[in-house]
């Protein structure tokens, strides 16, 4: 009989423990899963962001305009290969109003240039060029809403004021993982000639494709010197910066969820513990009987610990081969069909169940280290006087 074997036969004692124990580590490394993912999910916009595209906004922030006419200047700028802009729009379903997605008021005719990773057919192109109140929606949002081709869409604006008709003239499909395939893009033009003069020839933002993404730093500050001595100043960065900078924004919680996800861990090692702990009281005097035949301290110390590790692998495994389905399959698609505007990228990554795994697999011996090192200082005498 080896320690590993000597170890499971004890565990096998008192099956319902053990099984309650290891379900509460499968419970606890899900849970953990879920977290991660939801994190990797939520700072994935800086490391997929494309490299070669410089957005121009407002100096002073992003919620104020630009004029129009700011986009010819950039396209003349060095390094710039084409250039388009975009607006928000702020528009809501009115027939599924809890349900969130971005409308874009953009160019026609270059936006899709720009963002060649919002993949189109040429006909729904062609059909968006020639039709005013035309838009195209990503494939996702299509989906979670029950639209199609040629479907009349009324949506109300939180920004312009008022109910507008839009009419589906096709969807697009996402090229690489950093595109949101739930957005509503929609012509600025159609916008622009609606709303009170005044307002007129102002857009949100200005996109640059540039030539060498190498540089794109150095490039937007070309450009923002352009605009140095007008009324209105500007910031250029790249995309990767601006996910970043607002990524900022939510550091605090982030650092919640990192602190919820250690708290996980340390509950789960003192479950184990208490369970490993218990079994060694129990048999306090079988140890007596082990060690008055011959068996040394360290080996009652390593039954012990073998006990800790296969509690926690068995409950890890477990817990791993239940999130990657519930992760992947239902929470992703609750996510997308929700909150997929803001989590676009929520999957359980493999990196992150070789983290959980590794986490139980560290909490084992930890949790076991105190009932193993008790169990190694029995004395023999002591120990078959003493009654579980």
């Not at 090229?175 to 009170?196: E, G, H, K, Q, T």
Request: aromatic letters at 8%; glycine letters at 6%; hydrophobic letters at 50%.
């Amino acid at each position: 009989m080896t320690l590993a074997s000597l170890a499971i036969r004890n565990l096998a004692r008192d099956k319902l423990r053990v099984a309650l124990t290891a379900a509460g580590v499968a419970t606890a490394i899900l849970t953990f899963l879920l977290l991660r993912a939801v994190v990797w999910a939520w700072t994935a916009g800086p490391r997929l962001a494309a490299r070669d595209r410089v957005v121009t906004r407002n100096k002073v922030t992003f919620a104020m305009s630009l004029p129009k006419h700011y986009v010819d200047q950039v396209r003349k700028a060095p390094h710039v290969v084409a250039a388009t802009w975009a607006s928000w729009f702020g528009g809501r379903d009115p027939r599924h109003d809890t349900s969130f997605f971005s409308t874009l008021a953009v160019d026609p005719a270059t936006f899709f240039t720009v963002y060649d990773d919002m993949e189109t057919t040429p006909a729904a192109r062609e059909a968006f060029a020639r039709d005013r109140r035309g838009a195209i929606v990503g494939d996702l949002l299509a989906r979670r809403l029950g639209w199609t081709v040629g479907d009349r869409v009324t949506l109300r604006s939180g920004i312009v004021p008022g109910e507008w008709e839009f009419t589906i003239d096709g969807t697009y499909t996402a090229a690489s993982r950093a595109v949101d395939r739930a957005s509503f893009v929609l012509r600025w033009d159609y916008v622009n000639d609606a709303i009170p003069p005044e307002y007129r020839d102002r857009i949100g933002w200005i996109v640059s494709r540039v030539d060498d993404s190498a540089r794109t730093a150095e490039i937007g500050a070309q450009i923002d010197r352009i605009f140095d001595e007008r009324d209105t100043q500007t910031l250029s960065q790249d995309e990767r910066s601006i996910s970043a900078s607002f990524l900022a924004m939510f550091s605090a919680v982030l650092e919640a969820v990192d602190a919820v996800c250690a708290t996980i861990i340390g509950v789960m090692t003192l479950v184990m513990a208490n369970t490993i702990a218990m079994g060694v009281r129990e048999r306090t005097n079988e140890y007596g009987v082990l060690l008055a035949i011959g068996f040394r301290p360290a080996h009652l110390a390593l039954s012990v610990a073998a006990e800790g590790f296969v509690i926690g692998l068995a409950g890890a495994t477990v817990g791993a081969g239940l999130a990657w389905p519930f992760v992947n399959l239902l929470v992703r698609r609750v996510v997308d069909d929700t909150f997929g505007s803001l989590i676009p990228n929520l999957r359980l990554e493999p990196r992150h169940v070789a983290q959980a795994l590794a986490a139980a697999l560290i909490a084992a011996p930890v949790a076991a280290a105190l009932p193993a090192w008790r169990a190694s200082r029995l004395r023999v005498v002591a120990a078959l006087r003493r009654v579980g």
